[in-house]
């Protein structure tokens, strides 16, 4: 049978690759034979599913393909990605470390070229700084040092504490009580928060703080602004009861200081000084109502402090350093002391003085180390800033910074490091002078009275007829030289002191019935436990006849009778009264009267060879301020190492020879 449509009209179909079910071709013939043209359809059709078979096991050794080579690709991106989050958390350990670690060369050649680029005004930078490292603080990424005062090759005693080093920082660097804890792990043993006034004050004019980078050096006026003793009382308590609730003690048994830290600073082996100050209104010749102000700030502050540092010698505040003088600065500072003793609580808090390095003559460092001594006042600060600039000039000076000298203020700077050398050592040999004097005063030593002073005896002494008038020739002998020696040393004592008053004698006795212990039954006890000493036995240098002495061995009266005659001469001889003899003998001094007083020193130490040459000098504290605001936190660090490298090199030198 012959298909109805010719051969050459056939057409082949378009069709997709894949051809479903649905569409599949149609029988086009009846019979079974097949013309030419389905034949090659049909042939057509066998060619596409041949292909598609082999496209499908084509594409499915491809695809098992592709996912073994995904899967080795997924393992090495594991791998990779567990290596680069590693070394990321590697790096960012390191830089944690490194940025915290105050020895980091960061925080002088970054840190601080930064500050001086964006905030040109000395005192914005400043503060924009204390505001960076009090938000560091509270997360615990403030630079800090790492143990490197575990050694103790640097510690010294003060106040009867251990501290960790003789380096502490000036006041000024943390007015305002924002970053004490950043500032002790610094690395000083002392840091000084304030000044604080009574009331809040704004102090002078904007701008008031410029720097002269050639000579690494400041100047200021202030003018003591602070936010107030109240305000920072409250500061102060805060950072107290956190302390307190971290570590699970009782406020008050931090203040006895049964925690086993300072009450001040919080850290073992370190104190924290607060300044106060008198505000700018209060007139200067009322004493009373300054004496009511430096009260107020020590009835309000002294509670959270180690130390009391009394500011009578800012340059800023007018008529402030007229304070210096012998009369107001013993009643200031008496005032301080007594409220300094009511504070509540066990361990007591200590009150120094600052002095101004501009009151450097004999007769100021004489008056001031007297208000010292007379007020009971336990140590000084010698330094501060200085209306003084340096002199001459450099002739290099920049034009700016010879405008920049003319300004009115505080000078502060390496330039001022020779004045604090020599004024330390004035007041160290001045204190340590009235010290001396306290003691003999309280115990004249023997060598005090001269045997050519003392009269001569007869040169003949009949002997004794019986031991009773034996006992009476050896009290009247022992009389005569008590009575002698008495009168020398009251000659002596007003040759170099005025008599005391009345009102003297009766303050002593008043401040020396604040240290007595009370009169307990365990107190008599310990008292008759205590072995006798006595005198050994002596003859009578006076006595020409031995016959006498005899007498008197043979006597056990006379015998007994010579002891207390002897007994009776030297306790005479070391008796602590110098005064004319009264009515009412003076009680024994206070104990503070001979002890030594302590010594801060500031002014232009910048490095650990400066700290050793002052404290060489008498200090037992060099205070740190311009330094910092040149190199960075890491100044203290600095230095101390620079002073161990300095004892090790003094070491070895004496070791060769």
Known sequence: MVCSRPLLSVKPPVLPLIL???????????????????????????????????????????????????????????????????????????????????????????????????????????NFGNKALKVLGSFGLQPRERNLDIKGDLNVEIFGNTLLNPIGTSAGIDKHCE??????????????????????????????????????????????????????AMRLRQRLR?????????????????????????????????????????????????????????????????IIVVNVSSPNTPGLRGLQKVEPLTDILTAVVGAARKVKRKIPVKCMVKVSPDQDTEADVRGICDAV??????????????????????????????????EQGGYSGPQTFGRTVALVKRYRTMLDEVACSNIDNEAPPSSMVKSSSIPKPPNKVEPPTNPDSSVKDDRSVASSIASSAKSLLLETHEETHPPITDSEVEASVARDKQHLKPQTPEADAESKSQPIIRLPERSNPFSSSSNSNNESRSSPASHETQDIAASSSTDTLSSPSLSPPSPTLPSPPSPNRSQRKVIFATGGITNGAQALEVLAAGADVAQVYTA????????????????REELARKRKEEAGK
Request: glycine letters at 6%.
């Open 628 to 643: 910092l605001v040149y190199s960075g936190i890491g100044t203290i660090t600095k230095i101390k190492e620079q002073m």
């Open 242 to 306: 956190e302390y307190a609730y971290r570590n699970e003690v009782d406020e008050q048994r931090i203040l006895d200081g049964e925690a086993g830290v300072p009450p001040g600073s919080l850290q073992k082996g370190k104190l924290m000084a607060v300044q106060i100050a008198k505000n700018k209104w209060t007139p200067d010749e009322d004493i009373e109502a300054v004496k009511n102000d430096y009260v107020y700030c020590v009835e309000t502050l002294a509670r959270y402090a180690d």
């Open 373 to 406: 001594w007379e007020s009971g006042v336990d140590g000084v600060v010698v330094g501060n800033t200085t209306k003084k600039r340096p002199d001459p000039s450099p002739s290099w000076l920049q034009e700016q910074e010879r405008r920049l000298l003319q």
């Open 20 to 126: 479903p079910r649905s569409i599949a071709p149609r029988r086009v013939h009846r019979s079974s034979t097949c013309s030419p043209g389905s034949r090659i359809r049909l042939e057509f059709y066998r060619k596409i599913s041949s292909s598609q078979l082999r496209s499908a096991s084509t594409t499915a050794a491809v695809a098992a393909s592709t996912n073994s080579t995904q899967d080795a690709r997924s393992l090495a991106t594991r791998l990779k990605n567990l290596l680069l989050g590693t070394s990321l958390g590697l790096t960012i350990i390191l830089v944690y470390y490194y940025i915290t670690d105050s020895r980091a060369a960061c925080h002088e050649w970054l840190v601080i070229p930064c500050l001086r680029y964006f905030y040109p005004d000395s005192e914005d930078a400043h």
């Open 179 to 232: 970053i004490p804890d950043v500032l002790l792990n610094a690395g000083p043993a002392v840091i000084e928060i304030g000044g604080v006034t009574p009331l809040p004050q704004d102090g002078n004019a904007k701008p008031r703080v410029w720097r002269l980078p050639s000579q690494k050096a400041l100047i200021n006026r202030y003018g003591l602004n602070s936010e107030g003793a109240d305000h920072i």
